[in-house]
């Protein structure tokens, strides 16, 4: 692959990342939203792909594999499955509402250029220079996790912040060794998988609910 | 091989407990296994008193000194914790409060958290400690909601979402340490083991070990329980079973502050001490405070035992800031003596509550009175946890002020001082109402001495520590150079 095709095709991808994590906060329905989340895997898998070619290192392909198949297939297919007990279930009353959110979502980006300056001069070319990306998807997902207050969309904030996470280690480091990716990945799927029976019951117990009506605790 | 056996013997607990159901010679089967892992424990830190470090699983798993004092606490509480555990669910399953299913699960849980805390502290490698760590979480949810009440459901959900975050956090800051490493020439299959980073600390960028360390304070922190990242944990203690909330509080807790000692140790190395420190003595005084000040109007005596537990995390993340050898012992000191008297505490008010059928304070009362045992052990274990003599938490708190008055952290040890009045003042009157009081009930069938035995003797093993501290201080000294100053 040449250095233009690296380059461009990285950015390409990064970019995908954010578009998808501004996208939740446009978006208040859960089926789009869990679309959106795998795409942005789909994404984070193109993105350690193209890290892995450049570098010639199948490690980080083999990431790029486990990636897709957990954030692009199997935990969308996890949220959709609670999204089809209600299938036209979305996020009424949001904290902020959408305008808002979106202004607070550039806010954030530009947060996150502006303060990553002590990592971007330690990673050369490309990859150095889109570290910021990673974490503005991290910000917006804390974003997410105090402004929507649907539990599905709490889950879905943490999946922002994991995934700006996981791109800010490919991005600097090209991937951390790749059991300790395949380790994190997994811990992600099974914090999912309890985040999901605990939503259920929720939805069980309470009905439709919003978790700022969760009061039985307090000093 | 040694190590390899510490990791498994919990693991099979959690396979017996699967394969069998719910039986209780299967429950007891776990307490063995605990029990067997407790003592290989002492004879592994013999060993690394005597030969030193080593490591095992091709380099995966590592124990030095620190490692193996964790592994006794660990160890010593777990067996407390599942000895209580298996009255705990027998009386829960013959009042029909909880199903086989469930019971089952909780016995396969706590053994697989068990497991999972033993992993993060023998991790040679900070990525694997990070996976032990965030396994905790995923383990203990489900315990934490065992009840299945609408507050313990509230309960879990906070604990599973503030957790996740925190621990994202002190993931972020793991890849950063990483980054420095590699950007110091470290090979990257080894790049994350401490001992190689400890080794090249001086080579890591300052301003990446920084925000790095920032990160990681902030996210093991809030496992820790350190305010501000504190606002789960006195819901998720007083909504799990009791012996959960030993658990929790006795070693979960202690094990995030490991994660925290070691990373410290690196970043002192990389950046001077003054950073670590100032961090490290901003969130102890706050958590110190909060404490104090939550604890004053405290109604629910499994909420006491919390915001307590954030007092003790806030006096161990000053003494670590103090960060010199006998700081740092002292530390390790008060992580035994807090998680032994913590878990025996949290294990009576379990007793208690079962008994009294409510865990709010004025609605026990004259406790000594009607039922001396649990009453009296009780008792004596507020004593031990308030920090009198002979018990270990009086010699660690004072070494601990003695520390900080060498390094010239004098003024924070005495607000910490103020705040341990207001709190004992606090939780003596809470205790006051709870044990003595009129007693006018009728004296109701008393819990029976076997299952009080582990909890007294767990007691007697803290003030023995406090009285003649010999047989842990030359591990105490090893554990401290590993990672002091």
Same mark, same amino acid.
């Given at each position: 692959?040449?250095?233009?095709?690296?380059? @461009? @095709?990285?950015?390409?991808?990064?970019?995908?990342?954010?578009?998808?994590?501004?996208?939740?906060?446009?978006?208040?329905?859960?089926?789009?939203?869990?679309?959106?989340?795998?795409?942005?895997?789909?994404?984070?898998?193109?993105?350690?792909?193209?890290?892995?070619? #450049?570098?010639?290192?199948?490690?980080?392909?083999?990431?790029?594999?486990?990636?897709?198949?957990?954030?692009?297939?199997?935990?969308?297919?996890?949220?959709?499955?609670?999204?089809?007990?209600?299938?036209?279930?979305?996020?009424?009353?949001?904290?902020?509402?959408?305008?808002?959110?979106?202004?607070?979502?550039?806010?954030?980006?530009?947060?996150?250029?502006?303060?990553?300056?002590?990592?971007?001069?330690?990673?050369?070319?490309?990859?150095?220079?889109?570290?910021?990306?990673?974490?503005?998807?991290?910000?917006?997902?804390?974003?997410?996790?105090?402004?929507?207050?649907?539990?599905?969309?709490?889950?879905?904030?943490?999946?922002?912040?994991?995934?700006?996470?996981?791109?800010?280690?490919?991005?600097?480091?090209?991937?951390?060794?790749?059991?300790?990716?395949?380790?994190?990945?997994?811990?992600?799927?099974?914090?999912?998988?309890?985040?999901?029976?605990?939503?259920?019951?929720?939805? #069980?117990?309470?009905?439709?609910?919003?978790?700022?009506?969760?009061?039985?605790?307090?000093? | 091989?040694?190590?390899?056996?510490?990791?498994?013997?919990?693991?099979?607990?959690?396979?017996?407990?699967?394969?069998?159901?719910?039986?209780?010679?299967?429950?007891?089967?776990?307490?063995?296994?605990? !029990?067997?892992?407790?003592?290989?424990?002492?004879?592994?830190?013999?060993?690394?008193?005597?030969?030193?470090?080593?490591?095992?699983?091709?380099?995966?798993?590592?124990?030095?000194?620190?490692?193996?004092?964790?592994?006794?606490?660990?160890?010593?509480?777990?067996?407390?914790?599942?000895?209580?555990?298996?009255?705990?669910?027998?009386?829960?399953?013959?009042?029909?409060?909880?199903?086989?299913?469930?019971?089952?699960?909780? !016995?396969?849980?706590?053994?697989?958290?068990?497991?999972?805390?033993?992993?993060?502290?023998?991790?040679?490698?900070?990525?694997?400690?990070? *996976?032990?760590?965030?396994?905790?979480?995923?383990?203990?949810?489900?315990?934490?909601? #065992?009840?299945?009440?609408?507050?313990?459901?509230? !309960?879990?959900?906070?604990?599973?979402?503030?957790? @996740?975050?925190?621990?994202?956090?002190?993931?972020?800051?793991?890849?950063?340490?990483?980054?420095?490493?590699?950007?110091?020439?470290? #090979?990257?299959?080894?790049?994350?083991?401490?001992?190689?980073?400890?080794?090249? !600390?001086?080579? *890591?960028?300052?301003?990446?070990?920084?925000?790095?360390?920032?990160?990681?304070?902030?996210?093991?922190?809030?496992?820790?329980? =350190?305010?501000?990242?504190?606002?789960?944990?006195?819901?998720?203690?007083?909504?799990?079973?009791?012996?959960?909330?030993?658990?929790?509080?006795?070693?979960?807790?202690?094990?995030?502050?490991?994660?925290?000692?070691?990373?410290?140790?690196?970043?002192?190395?990389?950046?001077?001490?003054?950073?670590?420190?100032?961090?490290?003595?901003?969130?102890?005084?706050?958590?110190?405070?909060?404490?104090?000040?939550?604890?004053?109007?405290?109604?629910?005596?499994?909420?006491?035992?919390?915001?307590?537990?954030?007092?003790?995390?806030?006096?161990?993340?000053?003494?670590?800031?103090?960060?010199?050898?006998?700081?740092?012992?002292?530390?390790?000191?008060?992580?035994?003596?807090?998680?032994?008297?913590?878990?025996? =505490?949290?294990?009576? @008010?379990?007793?208690?509550?079962?008994?009294?059928?409510?865990?709010?304070?004025?609605?026990?009362?004259?406790?000594?009175?009607?039922?001396?045992?649990?009453?009296?052990?009780?008792?004596?274990?507020?004593?031990?946890?308030?920090?009198?003599?002979?018990?270990?938490?009086?010699?660690?708190?004072?070494?601990?002020?003695?520390?900080?008055?060498?390094?010239? *952290?004098?003024?924070?040890?005495?607000?910490?001082?103020?705040?341990?009045?207001?709190?004992?003042?606090?939780?003596?009157?809470?205790?006051?109402?709870?044990?003595?009081?009129?007693?006018?009930?009728?004296?109701?069938?008393?819990?029976?001495?076997?299952?009080?035995?582990? *909890?007294?003797?767990?007691?007697?093993?803290?003030?023995?520590?406090?009285?003649?501290?010999?047989?842990?201080?030359?591990?105490?000294?090893?554990?401290?150079?590993?990672?002091?100053?």
């Amino acid at each position: 692959m040449s250095a233009q095709t690296f380059a @461009s @095709s990285l950015t390409l991808f990064v970019g995908a990342v954010l578009v998808c994590a501004v996208a939740v906060l446009w978006l208040s329905a859960v089926r789009a939203v869990v679309r959106v989340l795998a795409i942005q895997g789909l994404a984070l898998g193109a993105v350690a792909a193209t890290l892995g070619l #450049h570098v010639h290192d199948a490690g980080l392909v083999a990431t790029a594999a486990v990636v897709v198949a957990i954030k692009a297939v199997l935990i969308p297919a996890l949220l959709r499955r609670i999204g089809s007990g209600d299938a036209t279930e979305r996020e009424r009353r949001p904290l902020v509402n959408v305008p808002a959110s979106l202004v607070v979502s550039a806010a954030l980006i530009l947060l996150a250029f502006a303060s990553t300056h002590v990592l971007t001069h330690l990673v050369a070319g490309t990859a150095g220079s889109l570290v910021p990306v990673g974490f503005a998807t991290l910000l917006i997902g804390f974003f997410v996790l105090v402004a929507r207050r649907r539990p599905i969309f709490q889950i879905v904030g943490l999946l922002l912040v994991d995934n700006g996470i996981v791109l800010v280690a490919f991005l600097v480091t090209a991937g951390v060794p790749f059991l300790i990716e395949l380790g994190v990945t997994l811990d992600v799927l099974l914090g999912v998988v309890v985040l999901m029976v605990l939503a259920q019951r929720l939805h #069980h117990e309470y009905g439709e609910i919003d978790l700022d009506e969760l009061s039985e605790l307090h000093d | 091989m040694l190590v390899v056996l510490i990791l498994v013997l919990p693991a099979v607990g959690a396979l017996v407990c699967a394969a069998a159901r719910w039986r209780p010679w299967a429950a007891w089967t776990a307490v063995g296994t605990n !029990a067997a892992m407790l003592a290989l424990a002492i004879v592994l830190c013999v060993h690394v008193v005597r030969h030193g470090a080593f490591g095992g699983l091709f380099g995966v798993l590592r124990a030095d000194a620190l490692s193996a004092f964790m592994v006794v606490v660990i160890g010593a509480i777990a067996v407390l914790a599942s000895w209580l555990g298996v009255r705990t669910i027998a009386s829960e399953l013959e009042t029909g409060r909880c199903t086989e299913r469930r019971a089952t699960l909780y !016995a396969v849980l706590v053994q697989v958290f068990v497991t999972t805390m033993v992993l993060a502290v023998l991790a040679a490698n900070l990525g694997v400690l990070w *996976l032990g760590v965030e396994a905790t979480t995923v383990a203990t949810t489900f315990l934490v909601g #065992h009840h299945r009440t609408k507050a313990s459901l509230e !309960a879990s959900w906070k604990y599973i979402v503030i957790c @996740s975050v925190g621990i994202a956090l002190a993931f972020l800051g793991t890849v950063l340490v990483y980054l420095a490493a590699i950007h110091a020439g470290g #090979h990257s299959a080894h790049a994350l083991d401490w001992t190689s980073l400890m080794a090249h !600390a001086h080579r *890591l960028d300052p301003s990446v070990m920084r925000l790095a360390f920032a990160l990681v304070v902030l996210g093991y922190g809030t496992k820790v329980g =350190l305010v501000p990242m504190h606002s789960w944990l006195p819901d998720a203690h007083s909504q799990a079973p009791a012996p959960i909330s030993a658990l929790m509080s006795g070693v979960l807790l202690t094990v995030a502050f490991y994660a925290i000692l070691r990373f410290k140790s690196i970043c002192d190395l990389s950046v001077g001490v003054q950073f670590a420190r100032t961090l490290l003595v901003i969130v102890a005084l706050l958590s110190l405070a909060v404490a104090a000040s939550l604890l004053l109007a405290q109604r629910d005596y499994k909420r006491m035992l919390a915001y307590s537990s954030i007092e003790h995390m806030g006096l161990i993340a000053l003494g670590a800031a103090a960060g010199i050898p006998l700081a740092i012992a002292a530390v390790l000191l008060h992580i035994l003596g807090h998680g032994l008297t913590k878990s025996v =505490l949290f294990l009576t @008010s379990g007793q208690i509550s079962a008994a009294e059928g409510t865990s709010k304070i004025d609605g026990v009362q004259g406790l000594l009175a009607r039922r001396p045992a649990l009453g009296g052990v009780f008792g004596v274990g507020l004593l031990a946890l308030l920090g009198f003599p002979p018990f270990s938490l009086f010699a660690s708190e004072l070494a601990m002020f003695r520390a900080e008055f060498q390094v010239g *952290l004098g003024w924070a040890a005495a607000v910490a001082m103020v705040a341990m009045v207001v709190i004992f003042i606090a939780m003596a009157n809470h205790a006051h109402l709870m044990l003595l009081g009129p007693g006018d009930v009728p004296r109701a069938e008393a819990t029976p001495r076997f299952a009080l035995a582990p *909890l007294i003797g767990a007691l007697a093993v803290c003030a023995a520590i406090g009285l003649f501290a010999w047989p842990l201080t030359s591990l105490l000294e090893a554990a401290a150079r590993s990672v002091a100053l």
